[in-house]
C-alpha cells in the first residue's frame, strides 16, 4: 500500500486512487498541490474544485457537523449542474 495516495471522490464514490510515491507522475501531482495550497503534505482536500483544507480542518468541520453540510452542498450542486462535454 501506498503511504501517500491522491485519492478523486464524486460524492461518496472513489472514481481515482493515484499512489503518488509509485506514480511515475506522482512528484508532478505533488508540485500541483504545492503550487495551490503552499504544501506538499497529504491530505489536502477539495470541495467542488475549492481548497478546503487539510486533516486537521477536515477533523474540526466533521466535529463541528460542517463538513456534512458543506459535502451535502456540494452533492446537490452536482446533482443539479450540467454534463461538461469535452471535444
Do not use: L, N
Given at each position: 500500500p501506498s503511504s501517500c495516495a491522491l485519492i478523486v471522490?464524486?460524492?461518496e464514490k472513489v472514481v481515482s486512487v493515484i499512489e503518488l510515491d509509485k506514480d511515475p507522475d506522482g512528484r508532478l501531482l505533488m508540485d500541483g498541490i504545492e503550487q495551490i495550497v503552499?504544501?506538499?503534505s497529504?491530505?489536502?482536500t477539495f470541495i467542488s474544485?475549492?481548497?478546503?483544507g487539510g486533516l486537521?480542518?477536515?477533523k474540526e468541520?466533521?466535529?463541528s457537523g460542517e463538513l456534512k453540510k458543506l459535502v451535502e452542498a456540494a452533492r446537490v450542486a452536482f446533482k443539479n449542474s450540467e454534463p461538461v462535454l469535452e471535444e
Open positions: 471522490h464524486i460524492g503552499g504544501r506538499r497529504v491530505p489536502q474544485g475549492e481548497y478546503f486537521r480542518a477536515v468541520a466533521e466535529e
